[in-house]
């Protein structure tokens, strides 16, 4: 996992301003990780045509195969990992603002605004879905022509989406005060991530982190562990095994002096953590590595 991230919360570009909507078709060669962890106001779904992916979503892991949808939710932390390439992919990112009406109406008070106020919750695996594929294709297709009433035929394949989502996928309603509590919560595992990316090397605690994130070390592990699954101290892990896996297949530091450049006091802790988040030891890697170079 590469976990050289700064902030977690994304702010998606849309390429036309006169309508939220990015709608495009994406090959990716190059095995790993696809995108670092974040989130973001806006829906987005994926279609898988070719290759596989695991999506990592509020600590769920869902793999998406050729052929398969997967759907984030607005405020939803979520991270790409474990590609198998070749990946090609139709994603649709929408800024539910695109759902507002010049008048209001039974569909909008019924529909449209628990949909633009981010209460509701749909599935995140779709599984397979042709139409609701043929939708997101056909989306991508009109975004990337541009032709007279584009905007018109994006909304209306997006509607045409949310009414899928709506029938077969609905999980349930958020209610004011737990989307505003996500919203917070999202902020403050921002502010951990955040600290903990740019102070791994250092010799941490959990009362640190808990302090640098203006929480208490109980309410720090509470919500950690309920929005991302893990614990502080294993994510801790991940990102300091990251980093020293790149410093063992790129430098020359002997694995002693990379245990220590990545927040490791003892050497022995740091090699039974390094097999067990990597399935092999340092040296193995750190062989590896050498056996490469000289070939």
Known sequence: MNNKRINTHEDVLMPDKNIPVRAFYFEYNKPGELFDLHWHEH??????????????CEGHLFHTGAGEIIMIN????HICSHIQVPLRLYCIIFNVEILKSGF???????????????EIIFENSLGRNEQLAGHIV??????EKEESGYELAIK???????????????????TNSEREMKIKNNSRINNVVDYINHHYMENLTIEQIAEAAYISKFYLCKIFKKTLHQTVIE???????????ELLKETDMSISEVAFAVGFNDFSY??????????VSPSKTKKQCEVHTTL
């Not at 829906?43 to 990592?56: H, K, P, Q, R, S």
């Not at 056909?138 to 975004?143: F, G, K, R, S, T």
């Not at 209306?156 to 958020?174: A, F, H, K």
Request: a neutral charge; proline letters at 3%; charged letters at 25%.
């Open 156 to 174: 209306g394949n997006i509607m045409e989406i949310l009414v899928i989502l709506l029938r077969q996928y609905m999980v349930r309603v958020l």
């Open 104 to 118: 209001f109406d039974m569909s909008e008070s019924r529909y449209m605004q628990p949909i633009l106020g981010k």
């Open 270 to 279: 740091f090699s039974r953590v390094y097999k067990r988040k990597t399935g």
């Open 74 to 77: 607005p405020y939803e932390l």
């Open 138 to 143: 056909m989306a991508v297709n009109e975004m």
């Open 235 to 245: 994510y801790l892990h991940d990102v300091r095994i990251s980093h020293a896996k």
């Open 43 to 56: 829906i987005e779904i994926t279609y898988v045509i070719e290759g596989a992916m695991d999506v990592e």
